[in-house]
């Protein structure tokens, strides 16, 4: 693999004295899909501004493509689409004209089967004469998508391309993003919504407080920091974990009805066998039990809790 | 120098225009015609004539260059503050585009829409008044030059504007008046000398006594000064715009 943008020591101090970005390291890998997860001011956004040319960097370097995108920002930025946060459209602009402005203003040539292409994609082709104001918010959200299709990105920068978009449209955009890296586009996108991560992304950047915590691929890190509940139900309740089972630390739960035990899946032992044949040595009888992996929600809590400790 | 970038600017400014093609046309119609209701009827019956021209003809060149200057301003200012106000401004600061080419596609649409409605006016006017234009050329090039500098003054304005006040405050606070007390609907020498001295401060005098001059061979103050105060305006206009390029100032954070 080759990364496609490489950032280098990225910092970025706003006016008011605001650090953004404390220096960020990261290299984006051609092809791939990275989700950037972090609480809101983490610096997600401006890490986004200040590769595709909206902020200036303090310190630090950027390429895309090999193109410093300070030095040669037209090498770097014609690889590069945005899709931003915020739904800004011109309002009374037909929905063809603006994603036909969007490709003339990035230099490509009018291309009218490239931009049916892009709005079919999206399902927007039934709107193309429509006035952006009469679209839907789902809609609009599209129609930015579809601008930044427009002029056939390498790159695509999506900041939180799903923040209150209903759960069909959602289900709709994770299946564009797919199509896109089966293009062999690269992808990054924002999000604080952790299954979003979870669902698409190869990789996964946790950004809080303008650092970069972690950037790890997606199954090592739910691996890594994977850890399990063993949930057993009981058959009678307790009204205590007996003596004999101290050291496992179990959680009595439910009136004494449930115990729950936590264990690592890459522990060397998991210590189940020996848990449960301990449990019937103390005479309790089991009526259910349940694993549960932990959610990336966890683990990102987690995470970010041990970042500002 | 990526053209492409510039026409996609340039056109999509235009059609904002063409989408309000008829108040663009209509509004200028009326408010000459009332100019000359006015101004022509009521006072040029006073007046017969400014230095061999008939009053009504006589401040047709300040009718079009005071619709020309506002215009310029209103267009170009509002042009680039809009998308600011909306938020569309980052796809054009994340395109491979240089603020030139911004600047040139924008400026350009907006002195474009005013060079079509100083057009209109003229067209208005010459059914009202008979019109001999002594220097065609020299006419065209003045008119073309104002509306550039004036959409480039309105493209620094929307940069500057925070909100619409600040927006609608030069053009009315300080163009308008000079436009007023700067020559147009009277000439200079009527006016008692110290107002006189006192007027030739005001820039606007040169670029409509310039204007009249291509029009009736006739002028306030020496063409050559005319071209000279347009020159240094325009030269002016480009320096602020090359600063705002170079420190991003209300663009880029």
Redesign the interface.
């Known amino acids: 693999m080759t990364a496609i943008v490489e950032i280098r020591g990225l910092r970025k101090t ?2 008011d004295g605001f650090e953004a970005l404390k220096g960020i390291d990261l290299s984006i890998e051609q092809g791939e899909i990275l989700a950037l997860l972090g609480p809101n001011g983490a610096g997600k956004t401006t890490l986004i ?1 200040s590769i ?5 960097p303090t310190g630090g370097t950027v390429s895309v493509g090999g193109h410093d995108v300070v030095r040669d ?6 690889m ?1 689409g ?1 899709v ?1 946060q ?1 739904i ?6 037909k929905v063809i ?1 603006t994603v ?10 009018p291309d009218e089967a490239h931009v049916e292409k892009v709005l079919r994609t999206l399902s927007l082709w039934d709107k193309r004469n429509a006035r952006v104001i009469e679209l839907s918010g789902g809609m609009k959200r599209r129609v930015l998508i579809a ?1 930044a299709l427009s002029h056939e990105p390498r790159v695509l920068f999506l900041d939180e391309p799903t923040a209150g978009v209903d759960v069909e449209l959602r289900k709709d955009m994770w299946a564009t993003v797919a199509d896109l890296k089966a293009a062999g586009v690269t992808i990054i996108l924002t999000t604080h919504y952790i299954e979003e991560a979870e669902a698409i992304a190869d990789r996964i950047g946790v950004i809080n407080d303008g650092q970069l915590l972690l950037v790890e691929e997606k199954a090592a890190l739910m691996q890594r920091l994977g850890r399990k509940d063993l949930r057993i139900e009981l058959q009678h309740p307790i009204d205590a974990v007996p003596e004999m089972l101290s050291h496992y630390g179990l959680v009595l739960e439910d009136g004494g009805m449930a115990l729950t035990y936590t264990y690592d899946t890459q522990g060397e032992r998991t210590g189940i066998t020996q848990l449960l044949s301990d449990l019937s040595g103390a005479g309790l009888v089991l009526r259910d039990i349940q694993t549960r992996q932990s959610s990336l929600e966890e683990i990102f809590v987690g995470l970010v809790k041990e970042g500002t400790a | 120098m990526n053209w492409t970038a510039i026409l996609a600017i340039y056109k999509f400014e235009m059609s904002r225009f063409f989408r309000t093609l008829l108040q663009s046309f209509i509004s200028p119609v009326i408010s000459t015609s009332l100019y000359f209701v006015v101004f022509g009827a009521a006072i040029g019956s006073r007046i017969d004539q400014v230095e061999g021209v008939s009053y009504g003809a006589f401040i047709v060149p300040g009718l079009i260059m005071l619709a020309v200057m506002t215009q310029s301003i209103t267009n170009a200012s509002f042009g680039i503050y809009f998308p600011k106000f909306i938020g569309t401004i980052y796809e054009v600061l994340s395109a491979p585009i240089s603020f030139l080419e911004v600047v040139m596609g924008y400026v350009g649409a907006a002195a474009t829409k005013a060079l079509f409605i100083g057009a209109v006016i003229l067209f208005t006017s010459s059914l009202f008044v008979e019109l001999e234009i002594q220097h065609p050329i020299a006419m065209v090039g003045f008119m073309v030059l104002t509306c550039l500098s004036f959409a480039l003054l309105g493209f620094i304005i929307g940069i500057w504007a925070k909100n619409f006040e600040q927006l609608q405050l030069v053009p009315l606070l300080i163009v308008t008046p000079l436009v007023f007390l700067g020559g147009s609907f009277y000439s200079i020498s009527m006016l008692p000398p110290v107002w006189q001295t006192i007027t030739l401060f005001n820039p606007v005098v040169y670029l409509i006594s310039g204007f009249r001059w291509a029009f009736f061979g006739m002028a306030d103050v020496p063409i050559g000064l005319s071209l000279l105060a347009i020159g240094g305006f325009t030269a002016l206009c480009l320096v602020v715009i090359w600063w705002i390029f170079k420190t991003g100032w209300r663009i880029r954070s």
């Open positions: 706003y006016d501004s595709c040319g909206i902020t200036v920002y037209r090498g770097a930025r014609a590069i945005l931003p915020e800004t459209l011109e309002p009374f602009e004209r036909r402005f969007s490709r003339g203003l990035f230099g490509k040539a601008k």
